[in-house]
């Protein structure tokens, strides 16, 4: 009977996996369940183990979960591990960036391939991520996880330099061919960097609906003082590089509210970073638009600012968190587990729960790709991973780990 049933399952192609809990994450979590996948990684059921003999089943201790969804990403800068120094602000750190940046494409390309590598190895199936240069094209026409690629805008604040950006972002937006199941946008790089012009330009070509734009936002004290009173050190990190701020002028109001202004709240945003974000810039948001997203990146904040966001603010408020691993060049590796770890050593209030459908869910509606990723839901195919050494109490430690299964 036994061998039988063994060859009806070869047949069927059908895996049953089971671990001490199952997180669907769109549904409450199933104790003992029992994970029914077919061989394309398809989700049949979920079900009891009473229902199934136990000679069928892959049995594992831990917590099953869906595939991680990376909303925050330069992979086209992985070359750049270790390079530029941590704690120092994100002025220095950009200057680092620009600085340091150009090296041998053989091991740009190299280092893409094994960044890519990594975050499919630590189970992430979906990544949005940021492109100056089309250096990452060849590894996402491999098509092996669903990649979201924002073509990223910046004209230092200079209106009559948006159109030469538009043109030459637009050059590179054209040379990405996608792979089934992945997306594209062109999108502002941060409030500190774009101009009116620029804006208008970018939402007129993103008029579409199902969009996603991202936008670096709140990352540094100097961002807001720039826009507050036009103070601080960005007026001299412009001068170092010969750009004249003398056009510009202070909203009086945090970054995020020039963002408002010249954003197309039709579009779902994402803002990245949001370190310095309070309750009152993520009100403001989720005022302008229902479809706002804040993706966090604290191992990348602990790296150039050594400072995290207050994820109190964003429980407060109902915000639809989602988590990035931002790239090598500023952090020490590509593991969404690892930027989970971070969240629990730091602010450890945040139930594992809550930090499980940032890292699933709320990462794949933001990409759009909640289609087929981010929970155990029927027909979709999210990749499934096993946690394991979690807490007596069930929550992320030091010692958790990820297996891929699926
Ligand atoms: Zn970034």
Redesign the pocket.
Known sequence: MAIFAGKLNLFQAMRKITADWIFPVAAAPVQAGVLIVDDAGKILAIESRTQHEAGDLEVFHGAIVPGFVNT?C?LELSHMLGKVDTGTGLIPFITGVVTKRNVAQELITEAINNANQEMLDGGIVALGD?SNAPDTFAVKALGKMRYYTFIELFDFLQDAGAEKAFADWSAVYDQLALAPGSAKSMVPHAPYTVSKTLFEKINAFNAASGITVSI?NQETPPENTLFLDKTGDFIEFYGRFGVSLEQFEATGQPSIYYALRNMNPQNRTLF??NTLSTREDIQAAHAWSDQVYWAT?PN?NLYIENRLPNYQAFLDTQARVTVGT??LTSNWQLSILEELKTIARYQSYVPFETMLRWATLNGAEALGFQDTLGSFAPGKTPGVLLLEHLSATGGIQAQTSVRRLV
Request: charged share 10%; hydrophobic share 30%.
């Open positions: 925050h330069h940021i670096h990245v970073h990146c990348a931002d790239s």
